[in-house]
């Protein structure tokens, strides 16, 4: 599941149209996370500075709310900035990324390990 940071509120229909589908893959042993994007843009302190995305009160209560709206533990829900305006490669913007990618891959990868082989 991908959200955007920066929205005010998701709306009642979309949040129990995604708890369905956590829901449904739960039911069927499937992992979930969620990417945030622009978690920049909704905090002043992580726009300045990337790396206090996980220090920042904002970033949390949003991370802590879409944890509670939609069930899904908050070590699954993942903060990444999305490459927009910039023109070169930033190292905290690609670490953030890369954090995500490895813990989607590595889920990923347990869930095909426990599948039953044909």
């Known amino acids: 599941c ?6 005010a509120e998701i709306s009642d229909s979309v949040l129990e ?15 979930q996370l969620v990417v945030v994007t622009k978690l920049d843009e ?3 302190e992580t726009e300045k500075n990337l790396q206090n995305i996980y220090k920042s009160k904002h970033v949390k209560k949003k991370m802590t709310d879409l944890s509670s709206e939609l069930g899904i533990p908050l070590n699954c829900i993942l903060p990444v900035k999305n490459y927009s305006k910039e023109i070169r490669r930033d190292p ?9 990618l490895k813990l989607i891959l590595d889920f990923g990868s347990d869930y095909i390990e426990k599948l039953p082989d044909k």
């Open 2 to 7: 991908v959200c955007s940071g920066n929205a």
């Open 92 to 100: 905290d913007v690609d670490t953030l990324i890369l954090n995500a």
């Open 17 to 31: 149209k995604m708890r369905e589908i956590r829901e449904a893959a739960s039911d069927l042993g499937i992992p």
């Open 42 to 44: 909704a905090c002043p």
